[in-house]
């Protein structure tokens, strides 16, 4: 089983994407078509948390199949910054600085780090990344440096925001599922429900990641000019 793909990550990496397609299209029909839909709190915020959440804990077990994680993060880290360029002269101040992306990226290039700590330090660390988070993002500074790590200075606003204190808790959390078990390269559950539509989205989860919100937008505002 060992050059197979493990079911259920890929499942839940499709749930993953498919959570973000419906929080894109609210956040695009409140910003841009003016629908006063509230994604900031309640139902809507939480499907797009859960979604990035699932994303990041998936990432820290993939980081330990992947061959040329370094690489990917390079890549992963190159695109987060394609997206800051692009919503720099988008979205004016509420540009993307550190978003999932760029912290996706980072936490690759830090994997093998992460790799070298057993299990239980790394169960210390990610409880240490928690308890540390909200001192950290209550904590305001005079640079925008810091940003990557949690420290925020007075007035800073921004799209799309995911620092290394709290998050990299849920990928360490990755990183420790697939120390505990998934370095087996087999699936947790005692059945299989592999398919290949969802493997194939799986395999392709960046690539649509990166296209899914201009074409969102563009069908929507394709859309709204017809009706």
């Not at 990917?72 to 880290?77: A, P, T």
């Not at 994997?111 to 299990?119: G, I, M, S, T």
């Not at 001192?135 to 921004?158: A, I």
């Amino acid at each position: 089983m060992t050059n197979r793909r493990v079911w259920e990550i890929d499942l839940l990496r499709g749930v993953a994407i498919i959570l973000m397609v419906v929080f894109h299209t609210v956040y695009d029909l409140n910003e841009f078509l003016g629908m006063d839909i509230t994604y900031t709190s309640g139902f809507w915020y939480w499907v797009g948390k859960i979604s990035a959440l699932i994303f990041i804990f998936i990432s820290g077990i993939s980081s330990g199949f992947s061959k040329g994680v370094l690489r990917r993060g390079l890549k992963v880290l190159a695109i987060g910054l394609g997206i800051t360029l692009v919503t720099y002269f988008a979205l004016e101040e509420q540009y993307i600085r550190f978003g999932i992306l760029h912290f996706l990226g980072t936490c690759m290039l830090l994997y093998p780090l992460f790799k070298a700590l057993n299990f239980w330090l790394l169960a210390v660390l990610a409880a240490a990344v928690a308890y540390l988070a909200p001192y950290v993002s209550n904590y305001s500074v005079q640079t925008g440096l810091l940003l990557p790590l949690g420290f925020k200075y007075k007035g800073f606003v921004t799209a799309d925001y995911y620092p290394l204190f709290p998050y990299l808790a849920v990928f360490l959390l990755g990183v420790m599922a697939y120390k505990l078990y998934y370095h087996k390269k087999k699936s947790l559950l005692g059945f299989s429900w592999e398919n290949r539509i969802i493997r194939y989205v799986s395999k392709r989860s960046l690539f649509i990641y990166v296209v899914h919100q201009p074409v969102i937008l563009g069908v929507l505002l394709l859309i709204e000019s017809v009706i």
